[in-house]
């Protein structure tokens, strides 16, 4: 069996279809209200490409992750980093959401790229936020979604 060279092993790749047309999924990834409910609370964001901007994390120790919006296309596109500037071993790590449309839906894909598997912590952080996507943030996605 060839690996095939497209695929990266550090990456976290996560694909879903939401029953729901692309600008209902474009809201839920970018308006503040909807964040807060699926994700975290944003403070200061606003899908403009270059914007800097945090998320609050309540009841933990390391409160804030600071991003910054790289790539923001409606209905299409949003990319930020995503940094967590006080922890022991802060690293910044890309979070993209790319979507289309797909039948009566969208087709969503995550990806979140920047971490060195070499590295046990690193390599811990990745299935941990892996796990993190799958299990809780993505079907709350799905519920804020259905609303």
Same mark, same amino acid.
């Given at each position: 069996?060839?690996?095939?060279? /497209? $695929? ?10 939401? @029953?729901? &047309?692309?600008?209902?999924? %474009? ?10 409910r699926w994700l975290l609370r944003p403070i200061g964001f606003a899908p403009s490409a270059g914007n800097c901007f945090r998320f609050l994390i309540p ?17 299409? /596109? $949003? ?10 071993? @802060?690293? &910044?790590?890309?979070?993209? %959401? ?50």
């Amino acid at each position: 069996m060839i690996a095939d060279p /497209q $695929l990266n092993p550090a990456a976290i790749e996560l694909g879903t279809f939401v @029953p729901r &047309p692309l600008d209902a999924v %474009w809201r839920a990834l970018t308006q503040p209200d909807l964040l807060e409910r699926w994700l975290l609370r944003p403070i200061g964001f606003a899908p403009s490409a270059g914007n800097c901007f945090r998320f609050l994390i309540p009841d933990a120790s390391i409160n804030e992750i600071v991003c910054e919006v790289l790539a923001a296309r409606p209905c299409e /596109q $949003l990319t930020y980093s995503w940094t967590y500037p006080h922890a022991d071993y @802060p690293t &910044p790590w890309i979070v993209d %959401w790319t979507m289309r449309p797909q039948g009566l839906g969208t087709r969503l894909l995550l990806t979140q790229t920047g971490f060195d598997i070499e590295d046990r912590r690193q390599k811990m952080a990745r299935n941990a936020m892996e796990r993190s996507w799958k299990r809780l943030l993505l079907p709350r996605l799905g519920e804020v979604l259905q609303h």
